[in-house]
């Protein structure tokens, strides 16, 4: 079952914050966030794993409610360099079969 | 490190061909992970091979099959190409699947004409 995110795009102006969450309706092992500029492979930004452990970039913040199946990226002060489409994956069962939802397309904007 | 490479990076095919994608992690990594990715289905998960052993299976149709060499290197193959195969073939290395992160290549862009 894919996982929804939303909202499906937002624009910003350079230093605003924003936020993209991620819902899945099965129970989670870990949620994977990664961003995508156009014409480039998915770069790697956070793990959030089931008992709280988190793995990434230290710039990057972002939260997992294991018991809602949910997480959110949480984006602050944005910089030009963040316009991509961020995508979150979802692994039920520890075994990194990834499926990741449809994408967020985030535009900042001078 | 060098990061993980994909050959080759564009390929043009006819319906009914087949076709073979090379993967090549970062070194060290065991595991290989493919993707495909269309503007309509997004980015969907092929299979993952860790140790030569296929590990998972998306719900693709068996004409999508895919190996790893003892090296890691790792080959998906497509056979008898449909049109809606065209897409952007992915690839992507981790240490060990499952909670590790995971890199991506370029990525394949196969056209099937």
């Known amino acids: 079952q894919q996982p929804v995110q939303s909202p499906q795009a937002v624009i910003l102006r350079e230093g605003e914050d924003a936020v993209i969450n991620c819902s899945s309706s099965?129970?989670?092992?870990?949620v994977h966030w990664y961003r995508q500029k156009h014409g480039e492979a998915p770069v790697f930004l956070m793990i959030?794993?089931?008992?709280?452990e988190q793995k990434g970039h230290e710039k990057i913040s972002a939260s997992f409610n294991e018991k809602k199946q949910q997480s959110s990226l949480y984006l602050t002060a944005s910089q030009l360099s963040y316009s991509g489409t961020y995508f979150c994956?979802?692994?039920?069962?520890?075994?990194?079969?990834?499926?990741f939802g449809q994408g967020t397309t985030l535009q900042v904007k001078p | 490190k060098a990061g993980v490479t994909q050959t080759p990076r564009y390929l043009i095919k006819t319906r009914g061909q087949q076709v073979t994608l090379s993967c090549s992690p970062i070194?060290?990594?065991?595991?290989v992970s493919w993707y495909q990715q269309t503007p309509g289905q997004g980015l969907q998960f092929l299979f993952e091979?860790?140790?030569?052993?296929?590990?998972n299976k998306g719900n693709f149709p068996g004409r999508f099959s895919g190996r790893q060499f003892s090296n890691s290197r790792s080959e998906m193959n497509v056979s008898t190409l449909e049109l809606g195969d065209s897409a952007l073939y992915l690839c992507?290395?981790?240490?060990?699947?499952?909670?590790?992160?995971?890199?991506f290549g370029p990525g394949t862009r196969l056209t099937v004409t």
């Open positions: 992507a290395s981790s240490l060990q699947g499952g909670a590790y992160e995971q890199y």
């Open positions: 099965k129970a989670l092992y870990s």
């Open positions: 959030l794993l089931k008992g709280g």
């Open positions: 994956g979802t692994d039920s069962s520890n075994t990194g079969k990834l499926i």
């Open positions: 070194s060290g990594h065991r595991s």
């Open positions: 091979y860790f140790s030569e052993t296929q590990r």
